[in-house]
C-alpha cells in the first residue's frame, strides 16, 4: 500500500495529513495531468480548528488506493502501485476541487 499524504485539511476523514479510510478511490479515468484527477472519496466535514477526524478509525499512513486514472504510470489494473502519493486541495469544498498531485503519464 502507498504511504499517502493528504493536504485536504477540510476532509472528514483527514487527521495530521493522514487518512482514516482504509482505501480511498481516486477519479479521471481520461486524466492526461493530476488536475483532471480527483480523490472521490472525499467528504467534507472535519473540523477544522481541532484538526479532528469525524470517523470511527484512526488514521494509517498506508491506505490501499483505487484508482481509476487509466493514463497514470502508477496504475497498474486500477490499483495504485506508488510507494508515495500526495492528495491537494485544500479547502476543497468537493471531490472535483482535490486532486492526485502523485499522478505522473
Known sequence: MPILNCTVTNCN???????CKEQINVEG???ED???TA?????????????TCKC???PERKTGIACEAEKC??????????GH?????????????????????
Do not use: L, P, Q, W
Request: aromatic share 10%.
Open 29 to 31: 479515468n481520461a486524466a
Open 85 to 105: 502519493v500526495e492528495i491537494e486541495g485544500c479547502n476543497a469544498k468537493c471531490c472535483s476541487e482535490t486532486m492526485c498531485a502523485s499522478f505522473y503519464k
Open 73 to 82: 504510470t502508477y496504475n497498474d489494473n486500477k490499483n495504485c502501485t506508488a
Open 34 to 36: 493530476k488536475t483532471s
Open 39 to 51: 480523490c472521490g472519496s472525499f467528504k467534507e466535514g472535519t473540523d477544522t480548528y481541532s484538526n
Open 13 to 19: 476523514y483527514n487527521k495530521d495529513r493522514m487518512c
Open 56 to 58: 470511527s478509525s484512526e
